[in-house]
């Protein structure tokens, strides 16, 4: 694909949680249309990586453009605007238990459009039949099991046709049966609307579903990043250990081990 068509593109992207670096000189470009999933194991970076892409996080140094506007240079207007043009399921839902579904997939167009209410409520229940939630409006959270929980925090997500959608973990905490049909759902949006895609996840055969390219980052770093067949085929040992689930093997320097265990003792 040519340059122009990427939606998401990040160039050395280093960040820091107080003196321990998190990302180091992390690069990858997502394109417009395209699925791009983001996996690795337990303490690699991946929900660091999230946050930064949303903005909520402000790197070392490094860019992030998202729709050819590099977030790390934009003013809090600038990216409110910009944030229009995202839409984020979050892992747990995070759906409003005080209101109902409906009013949660109508909150995006009531904060951020002027349509009148009517406008919103057929919006709203349009985004809710494409995720399989049509007549479910009127019931609270609680009474949603989690599979609908995460469509219901989908339909809320896209409510507002956003040219790029974050997933955080979609399969977590699904039976096989609901966490396929949300890989199918995401399947639907990349062909219907065009949507540029980032899923983190750990869920390999959800990864190879629904991924056109895929990102694995290890202990910060960028792996590979690469069509999904070609991170299936590779022979790199850290990511075999992962698609083959295999524990890893880190040897340990005894005199190393000996300072980090003293370090702090006078």
């Known amino acids: 694909m040519a340059a122009h068509d990427a939606a998401i593109e990040v160039e050395h992207l280093v960040a820091h949680y107080g003196s321990r670096k998190i990302l180091d000189d992390v690069c990858f470009t997502a394109h417009q249309g395209e ?27 490094g860019s992030i453009r998202l729709l050819g506007k590099d977030i790390t240079r934009l003013d809090a207007d600038q990216m409110y605007d910009l944030r229009k043009n995202m839409g984020v399921a979050f ?14 997939v109508e909150l995006p167009l009531r904060e951020h459009t002027r349509l009148d209410c009517n406008t919103i409520r057929i919006m709203s229940r349009m985004k809710l039949e494409v995720v399989n939630l049509s007549g479910f409006e009127d019931l609270m959270p609680a009474e949603l099991s989690g599979g609908m929980i995460k469509r219901a925090a989908l339909a809320r997500a896209i409510v507002m046709d956003p040219r790029l959608l974050f997933f955080d973990e979609p399969s977590a905490g699904l039976d096989p049966v609901a966490s396929a049909e949300l890989d199918e759902l995401i399947l639907m949006l990349r062909d219907a609307m065009n949507m540029t895609i980032v899923v983190v996840t750990h869920e390999l055969e959800s990864a190879f579903k629904i991924a056109d390219r895929i990102t694995v980052l290890d202990h910060g770093r960028i792996l590979m990043s690469d069509r999904a067949e070609a991170v299936r085929q590779s022979d790199h040992p850290r990511i075999r250990s992962l698609l083959d689930r295999t524990p890893r093997s880190d040897s340990v320097d005894p005199e190393a081990y000996l300072q980090r265990l003293t370090r702090e003792i006078s």
């Open 35 to 61: 699925i791009m999933v983001i996996m690795g194991g337990s303490g690699s970076g991946k929900s660091t990586l999230l946050r930064h892409l949303l903005g909520l996080n402000h790197p070392t140094s």
């Open 91 to 104: 892992q747990g839902g995070a759906l409003f238990n005080s209101m109902t579904v409906g009013e949660n």
